[in-house]
Nanobody, 114 residues
Framework: EVQLVESGGDMVQPGGSLRLSCAAS????????MSWVRQAPGKGPEWVSA????????YYADSVKGRFTISRDNAKNTVYLQMNNLKPEDTAVYYC???????WGQGTQVTVSS
């Protein structure tokens, strides 16, 4: 069974940092591009970032470029999202996704508030 399990969400103050993790199982993780998508309250999903199979190519939405960093550890079947200088508009549920598939995790809540 394919599974993606996100963790690391929390409530932080503006300017703070968080590191999200997504543990993958049930498929050959190293052969799939991965992405992070977020959904804020009352809004549709927003693509955040993606990474290719080897980790050498990364892509970011303009809204997070320069603040977020995606990475992966194929030995641990895990993809990460390091989020720095968080802003209130980053508040959302963050989902891990196998790129260009309908496979998502259950999400982890990130709240940025003073």
């Amino acid at each position: 069974e394919v599974q993606l399990v996100e963790s690391g969400g929390d409530m932080v103050q503006p300017g703070g940092s968080l590191r999200l993790s997504c543990a993958a199982s049930g498929f050959t993780f190293s052969t799939y591009d991965m992405s992070w998508v977020r959904q804020a309250p009352g809004k549709g999903p927003e693509w955040v970032s993606a990474i290719n199979t080897g980790g050498g190519s990364t892509y970011y939405a303009d809204s997070v470029k320069g603040r977020f960093t995606i990475s992966r550890d194929n030995a641990k079947n895990t993809v990460y999202l390091q989020m720095n200088n968080l802003k209130p508009e980053d508040t959302a549920v963050y989902y891990c996704n196998i790129w260009e598939t309908a496979v998502w995790g259950q999400g982890t809540q990130v709240t940025v508030s003073s």
